[in-house]
């Protein structure tokens, strides 16, 4: 009875009798364009049975959609994510799961979702890395279900034993030239920002000569600064909340590996000693006394490179240009992942060194070649 009770108080329309002796309600309906539908019973007990078999039904096979707000919900709590990473997660379900999110979790069976894996690969154009970005999404929200026995499959086991093919991923291929500034497009940019020398273009210069991520440098304060050494322990989140764009600085970087000391060279010591002198908030990089955040220094960024003539690429595009000198330059494996901010050397090879030299630089480096 105090189960029943519990149901029924859950229910948010009003149960009635009719002039006809019959008894009535609404139950909700997404099909319904109203978002609602009748329902009609002999008796008061029979039309609260309905209304109670909804509710147990919601409650013990809910929707994939549920189960993904729910999971969504915890790993916020928990801090496992932060809210900027919540933002990426559901947005991607949206784009993916607009459809098959509206089954119920017991009527999806193991084919199904195999199904529609594979049909969202082929369907949504999918990139290696855009797959792999759905599969959290699948593990998260199935791993989820089993936690609450809704269903008894691994969903590990499930994913693990799909055979995809390689050629099955778009191949998102850009030239090094649209990846990193070149040797030709470089000193344009440099010389720009040593000669416009305000408090935006010397953060542009510390992100070229530092390898910082843009997080970092706008969370940057005056007492991480100590000459050559800029000590990162924070970054800027970026997330929604009550649809606006909310700016914060969190006291931790993206990474544990990203807490670090990061090395500058000595000839820009001075400038970063320039805007400590003028600081007089809580954040290195202020005008007017309000923190300057990462759009900023992007919109500063990609008016430079107009000015310059240079092809307009994000800070990212810095950083990938700072990994590939340190590794043009020999320095050694071990200096290069502490100034990046990473934990193997193969991340930073892998993902971030690219050719920066021009074709006649090259066609000179291949004519130097002995025996060929």
């Not at 990139?127 to 609450?148: C, D, E, P």
């Not at 809704?150 to 590990?156: L, Q």
């Not at 002198?277 to 490179?305: A, H, P, W």
């Not at 107009?306 to 690429?313: A, L, P």
Request: aromatic letters at 10%; a positive charge.
């Amino acid at each position: 009875m105090k189960r029943r009770k519990e149901l029924l108080n859950k229910h948010p329309y009003k149960i009635w009798e009719g002039k006809n002796g019959k008894w009535y309600t609404y139950l909700p309906c997404k099909e319904k364009e109203e978002g609602r539908i009748l329902k009609k019973r002999n008796s008061e007990k029979d039309i609260e049975d309905v209304v109670i078999s909804y509710w147990k039904e919601q409650e013990e096979n809910p929707t994939i959609d549920e189960i993904f707000n729910e999971w969504i919900l915890k790993k916020v709590e928990r801090e496992e994510i932060s809210k900027g990473t919540r933002d990426r997660y559901i947005r991607q379900y949206m784009g993916t799961f607009s459809i098959f999110g509206k089954n119920r979790i017991k009527d999806v069976s193991e084919y199904d979702i195999e199904d529609f894996m594979i049909s969202s690969l082929h369907e949504k154009n999918m990139t290696a890395k855009g797959f792999s970005n759905f599969r959290i999404l699948i593990f998260g929200i199935f791993k989820y279900a089993k936690k609450m026995k809704y269903i008894k499959y691994s969903i590990t086991e499930l994913v693990n034993d799909m055979e995809i093919s390689k050629k099955s991923f778009r191949i998102n291929r850009k030239n090094d030239d649209e990846i990193v500034f070149m040797d030709d497009e470089l000193p344009k940019v440099i010389n720009y920002l040593e000669n416009n020398a305000d408090i935006m273009n010397i953060g542009l210069l510390i992100l070229f000569k530092s390898g910082l991520r843009i997080g970092e440098l706008a969370a940057l304060k005056c007492e991480d600064i100590s000459n050559n050494i800029i000590h990162v322990h924070r970054t800027e989140i970026c997330y929604e909340e009550n649809n606006k764009r909310i700016f914060e600085v969190r006291d931790f970087p993206k990474t544990e590996a990203g807490i670090r000391n990061v090395i500058i060279p000595d000839k820009y010591v001075d400038y970063l000693k320039k805007v400590c002198s003028n600081s007089s908030g809580d954040f290195l990089f202020e005008i007017c006394g309000k923190r300057i955040m990462t759009y900023q220094f992007r919109n500063r960024l990609r008016t430079v490179c107009k000015r310059t003539n240079v092809v307009c690429k994000s800070p990212h595009k810095i950083r990938k240009t700072y990994a590939s000198m340190l590794i043009d330059e020999g320095v050694s494996e071990s200096i290069v992942i502490s100034q990046m901010g990473h934990t193997d050397i193969r991340t930073t090879k892998g993902f971030y060194y690219k050719n920066r030299n021009g074709d006649k630089t090259r066609i000179d480096v291949i004519n130097s070649v002995k025996n060929l």
